[in-house]
């Protein structure tokens, strides 16, 4: 079993729907967890960062962490075609490296 | 503003043959890291660079040699190159705290016949 899992899709939505992605883990010691956008033919960018349990938000992108339950999702609101990509989830354990473990990666098609 | 470059983008090898694959950052990051990237795997870790000098196994190192010429480029050596090594292979690099981010390369896409 893999450190962390992600459902690979693909998801297809119509455009204005929100959008819910979600990654387990079974690693207890991860506390940085990430999301990283990678659009086709082209290296992941990260898009959220939260550190231990709760939520942040930035713009249509809320990030949510459940460290009881290792559990991490992202909800993408108001979805565009632009936000068409492949959402990665990508987990740390250690504080002083940047060392990264990261899910399968789900593809995202938003239709106009 | 370059960031972290990868030559080449695209690299076809017979079974056996060898190559290296070439990064470089211009941020001044102490840590790089190389990642394959493979269908329904995501990015998995092959080797990283903490620092200068030192280099430490990731999640999938069988295959593969890494060098770090010095604190800009990280180098990744393919010695006899099989099919199961065809993949994207992603350079990047990050400031080596966990709470920052990592900058990734374009890739470069190997394919081993």
């Known amino acids: 079993q893999k450190e962390v899992e992600q459902d690979p899709g693909p998801l297809s939505v119509p455009e204005g729907a929100i959008v819910s992605l979600n990654c387990t883990y079974s690693?207890?010691?991860?506390?940085?967890f990430m999301w990283y956008r990678q659009y086709s033919r082209k290296g992941p960018e990260l898009l959220m960062y939260?550190?231990?349990?709760g939520n942040k938000e930035d713009g249509r992108f809320t990030a949510q962490v459940d460290k009881s339950s290792k559990y991490i999702s992202l909800f993408i609101r108001d979805s565009q075609p632009s936000d068409s990509a492949t959402y990665l989830c990508?987990?740390?354990?250690?504080?002083?490296?940047?060392?990264?473990?990261f899910g399968q990666g789900t593809t995202l098609q938003v239709k106009p | 503003n370059a960031g972290v470059t990868q030559t080449p983008k695209f690299q076809v090898l017979k079974t056996g043959q060898s190559m290296t694959l070439q990064c470089a950052q211009d941020?001044?990051?102490?840590?790089m890291y190389w990642y394959r990237q493979d269908p329904g795997m995501g990015l998995r870790l092959i080797y990283y660079?903490?620092?200068?000098?030192?280099?430490d196994k990731g999640e999938v190192p069988n295959g593969y040699n890494v060098s770090r010429l010095n604190k800009r480029e990280f180098s990744l050596r393919l010695e006899s190159a099989a099919p199961s090594q065809t993949s994207v292979y992603f350079c990047?690099?990050?400031?080596?705290?966990?709470?920052?981010?990592?900058?990734f390369g374009q890739g470069t896409r190997l394919t081993v016949v």
């Open positions: 941020m001044n990051h102490n840590s």
């Open positions: 690693n207890s010691a991860f506390q940085y």
């Open positions: 660079s903490a620092s200068e000098g030192t280099t």
């Open positions: 990047a690099s990050s400031v080596d705290r966990a709470d920052t981010e990592a900058f």
């Open positions: 990508a987990m740390s354990a250690s504080s002083n490296t940047g060392k990264l473990i």
């Open positions: 939260t550190y231990s349990s």
